[in-house]
């Protein structure tokens, strides 16, 4: 704007008019001044214009990820809290994302590097099956958790779970000694809440929403609550916060900080639900309206209204109305009820708009704006409201496309939250002796090549379990993919496991006489209907085709 005044300055032609006519030379000036402005509020991109009638309502801040996010996150965690508890939709959101990604929970299978361990294959596997036995001890025990409540496994879920609503949430590996316990490990879950800035002092450059850094960036302490704000007693004046430092001298971490960081700089994280609260909530007060108005438009009451002042229903009427009764008019209200039988006093009369349900319009609305929902949550229609009735490919589609969103959070949770934590394990259980890893505690590069593993969950499932298992197995037969990657994918578990126990089965069954052919043998020689399930044109058009992963 300063520009554009600077711009607006009188040349010797500006000067001659308005000399002879100053009226003139005022509108000159007044329109090259609002030329002037004009330029300087566009540019390039439509999308940035200050003149548009179409933006003039739009605010937006430029502040960086800390001052966009921070002040808002309190409201933000409340009202996502609350579209959990209260919201179908939000809390199927949620379910699902939990149900695909953790499920079961994410099982350790060691892979480690045995080349540069100088292992043998047979010593590799041997050591791998001890560890992993060590491990599960430890994970399948509530000794796992500092609470003695969930196991590995569970706090798993209950972290990602809190993740999704709050924004993040964070672990701390504590070793607490326990009588009868192999292992001292336990994991402290902290939520989200009880991280913040001591004595709830303002953000500033060296502390915001509880994580103290350095001048790179990088955390160094965290400031913990040492109970949650919202307690049911909790006394603000006398609360007290921890300072647990982001690393301990070996370098690992004391606190795992679970956030998708969508920013850079981003100290703290959002939550899930946080681009939809708003169309959430007018959604659910949309859907309660029309239920409301169907379950009225069911109701059938009958009103009897009495001619004779000294009827009998004129005088149960003024009975009623004596006792309070909410069913009966008068100056009180009017209750309708499926069968219910008001009386009117003399002279009165119902008058009662009809609401017109159920609404016709009512479920492509909604689904126009769940797809818009579901775009914003990574999860496909079908999948966001569980109903699958389009063909097969289609919906193979979207669990394919859902699935991508899976795998990645399913990567995201083993990073940061499995294998920090089996790091911990494992230095215990080095130290203990209970494990053999040589060089495990003086050299990084070979404890990272002992600690080499895969998180392993369970399976997503099929529509067509046929046509997809004949699928695996030709890309197993081209080594496009191995047994267990395949065996990972459509059924979960362990390759090896099943594969020892496969083969003490077909051996009982050939000495038993009842194996003559094997089934892969029989998948491979039947012939099969090339046309997907759903997808035949000259199938019945009105045969559903309801399929769930």
């Known amino acids: 704007m300063r520009q554009a005044m600077q711009n607006t300055r009188l040349n010797l032609l500006d000067r001659a008019i308005a000399a002879v006519s100053p009226r003139a030379g ?3 000036y007044r329109d090259r001044l609002q030329w002037n402005v004009a330029m300087a509020l566009s540019g390039a991109y439509t999308g940035a214009s200050r003149s548009k009638r179409q933006f003039g309502d739009w605010k937006t801040t430029g502040g960086d990820a800390d001052a966009d996010t921070l002040f808002d996150l309190p409201l933000l965690r409340e009202r996502a809290r609350d579209l959990n508890r209260n919201n179908p939709l939000a809390a199927g959101a949620i379910h699902t994302k939990v149900g695909n990604v953790v499920g079961t929970g994410l099982a350790l299978k060691s892979a480690i590097d045995a080349d540069f361990l100088g292992l043998t294959e047979d010593q590799a596997e041997e050591w791998q099956r001890t ?16 609470a003695r409540t969930l196991n590995f496994y569970q706090q798993q879920e209950l972290a990602f779970r809190s993740t999704l609503e709050n924004g993040d949430a964070f672990a701390l590996p504590v070793y607490v000694e326990r009588t009868g316990s192999v292992y001292s490990l336990a994991v402290q879950l902290i939520e989200a809440d009880r991280v913040c800035n001591e004595r709830f002092m303002a953000d500033s450059e060296r502390i915001a929403g509880g994580v103290e850094r350095d001048t790179s960036g990088a955390p160094v302490r965290y400031h913990i609550l040492d109970q949650h704000p919202g307690a049911i007693r909790v006394n603000r004046a006398a609360a007290t916060w921890t300072k647990v430092p982001a690393f301990n001298r070996s370098g690992r971490r004391n606190v795992l900080h679970l956030y998708r960081q969508l920013r850079i700089g981003q100290s703290r994280g959002v939550p899930d639900l946080a681009p939809v609260v708003s169309a959430l909530k007018q959604l659910g007060d949309y859907t309660e309206a029309e239920l409301t108005a169907a379950v009225v ?6 009103f009897i209204q009495a001619n004779d002042p000294e009827g009998v229903f004129a005088s149960k009427a003024a009975e009623a109305l004596d006792a309070g009764n909410p069913y009966v008019v008068g ?4 209750k309708m009820g499926a069968g219910n039988v008001v009386a009117l006093a003399p ?35 079908e999948l966001l409201v569980m109903h699958f009735s389009a063909s097969y490919s289609a919906s193979r589609a979207a669990l394919l496309q859902a699935w991508k969103f899976f795998k990645a959070r399913r990567f995201w949770l083993a ?12 230095w215990e259980a080095v130290a203990l002796g209970r494990i053999a890893a040589p060089g495990f505690l003086q050299d990084p590069i070979v404890r990272a090549a002992w600690l080499g593993s895969e998180w392993v969950g369970d399976a997503p499932g099929a529509i067509d379990p046929m046509k997809e298992a004949q699928a695996a197995g030709f890309m197993e037969d081209r080594g496009w993919k191995t047994g267990a990657e395949n065996t990972a994918e459509l059924t979960g578990g362990d390759w090896e496991s099943k594969h020892r126990r496969l083969t003490r089965e077909r051996r009982m069954r050939r000495e038993a006489g009842l194996d003559k052919e094997s089934v892969s043998e029989r998948i491979r020689t039947e012939p099969t209907d090339p046309t997907p399930p759903g ?3 000259a199938g019945d058009p009105n045969k559903s085709d309801n399929m769930a992963a």
């Open 26 to 28: 005022l509108q000159r």
């Open 347 to 381: 002279g009165e009369e119902i008058n009662a708009p009809n609401p017109g349900r159920p609404n016709t319009a009512f479920d492509p609305f909604v689904q126009a704006i769940l797809r818009q929902v579901g775009s914003a949550l990574e999860l496909p229609f």
């Open 415 to 426: 990073d940061n939250f499995c294998q920090p934590i089996y790091e911990a394990f494992m």
């Open 297 to 302: 438009s069911g109701l059938f009451t009958v």
């Open 131 to 146: 560890t992993e036995r060590e491990f599960n001890f430890w994970a399948e025990s509530q000794d796992a958790d500092v």
């Open 331 to 334: 100056e009180q209200s009017i």
């Open 535 to 537: 997808d035949d044109p």
